[in-house]
């Protein structure tokens, strides 16, 4: 058999969906493969890709007499890129068990070594030590990847500089915003206001002025209806029904979507984003829908555990990174740090790790309490990019929207 039944999936899902392969890079590299040729294919997939080449059974298996794979056929790749036997999504936990199986064949072969030089006694005891540890350390480190590749500046200055706008003003693909909130305020409210007014192709704050009999009217401003994903860990089917139905069906009529066919939702079941299948699931449904944004969370439901510190915040961070990486803008919620006294002095930065404070884009907590009529938006961390518009404070709306600009 050609290499394990890991590196062929590893394959396998990369032949049915090439995008995989930037989140396979950071778990494995060619030195990996037990079969060097499925090694060669790995790198070769990625070439493909780089070089914005059509990747798929056929095409790689064309590529075999350049790469020099020999004893290999298209038939062969075919079956291990069976949708019925391998899951895109799962690239990186695949590329994960194959990093795996490496690193337990070289501690063996380390271990063997030791066994076999001291019983023959041939060579001290420190020489033998050094070489093992020079062997475990190459496992560790692994071959280069190749990945890090750089660009003159005067290129990067030539390279057209233009905003990829999912929500004009407020978000950008790859933007990951954290809201907080205290209990009450109104951070669940307000992210469903963001996902079902521009699902609908309706601004979630900025109005238009119209003058009819002597009076103002404000409309929200159109634009392009955005496709949405929720992952809600917390609230249940029924809570997000009771929540939305009426905006949703004022959306429709004055939209130019209609949010009940732009949107996607997942209610009511907690997720732990650090578990490969969970994480997989995500990207699958990624795959199937392709949405502009992901309105995914609590952070504290999203794992398995409390997020503490910096060792439980990481792998939670590269988990949402891999999905901002699919071009997508991300919302999430966060609980804000219990506080006593003065509510406009509490400290609305998410509980646990220091790490999530940094990270997203932007960082707002909605100030106040929950009755107050003006709620302060308050950037908890500094905004990165100054040309988003937020807004200083936000009003309780009057009509069908919870929240307009205060």
């Known amino acids: 058999m050609a290499g394990t039944k890991a590196e062929q999936m590893l394959l396998g899902a990369l032949l049915l969906s090439p995008k995989m392969y930037p989140f396979t890079t950071e778990e494995v590299s060619r030195a990996d493969f ?9 790198e070769g997939i990625g070439q493909m890709r780089s070089a914005g080449n059509h990747v798929d059974s056929i095409t790689v298996a064309d590529a075999f007499p350049e790469w020099d794979v020999r004893g290999l056929s298209m038939v062969e790749l075919m079956t291990w890129a069976e949708p019925q036997e391998v899951y895109p999504g799962a690239a990186e936990t695949y590329a994960r068990t194959v990093r795996t199986d490496a690193l337990n064949r070289s501690a063996q072969f380390v271990a063997q070594y030791l066994m076999d030089e001291t019983r023959d006694g041939g060579s001290s005891p420190a020489d033998l030590i050094t070489k093992a540890r020079g062997l475990l350390d190459a496992a560790i480190d692994g071959a280069s990847s190749n990945r890090i590749k750089t660009k003159l500046l005067g290129e990067l200055l030539e390279m057209e500089d233009r905003r990829d706008w999912v929500i004009p003003g407020m978000l950008e693909r790859q933007d990951r915003l954290i809201l907080t909130a ?6 669940s409210t307000f992210a469903r206001q963001i996902v079902v007014m521009s699902s609908a192709g309706l601004h979630p704050l900025l109005r238009d002025v119209e003058i009819k009999n002597s009076r ?3 409309s929200p401003q159109l634009i392009s209806p955005v ?6 860990a917390e609230n249940s089917e029924l809570q997000w029904r009771r929540a939305v139905r009426k905006m949703v069906e004022e959306a429709k009529r004055i939209g130019n979507a209609d949010p009940g066919e732009e949107i996607r939702i997942a209610a009511g079941r907690r997720i732990n984003l650090t578990k490969g299948s969970d994480l997989a699931d995500i990207h699958r449904l990624v795959d199937e829908h392709k949405p502009d944004l992901l309105y995914i969370g609590p952070l504290y439901k999203a794992t398995d555990g409390a997020i503490t510190n910096d060792d439980h915040a990481s792998p939670l961070i590269k988990a949402l990174d891999s999905l901002r990486e699919r071009g997508l803008a ?9 506080g006593e006294g003065n509510p406009d002095t509490r400290d609305l930065r998410p509980r646990g790790s220091a790490a999530l404070t940094g990270w997203p884009e932007f960082g707002i907590g909605i100030g106040g309490e929950q009755n107050d009529e003006i709620a302060p938006l308050i950037h908890w ?15 309780r709306g009057r009509d069908w929207w919870p929240f307009e600009i205060g």
């Not at 037990?34 to 790995?42: A, F, K, P, S």
């Not at 961390?381 to 009003?395: E, F, I, Q, S, V």
């Open 227 to 232: 496709r949405v994903l929720v992952i809600d």
């Open 34 to 42: 037990t079969d060097d040729r499925l090694g060669i294919i790995y």
């Open 182 to 187: 205290g209990e009450g305020v109104g951070k």
């Open 330 to 338: 991300l919302i999430m919620e966060g609980h804000a740090k219990k």
């Open 216 to 218: 103002e009217w404000f």
């Open 381 to 395: 961390r500094g905004a990165r990019d100054t040309n988003h518009m937020w807004p200083k404070n936000l009003r």
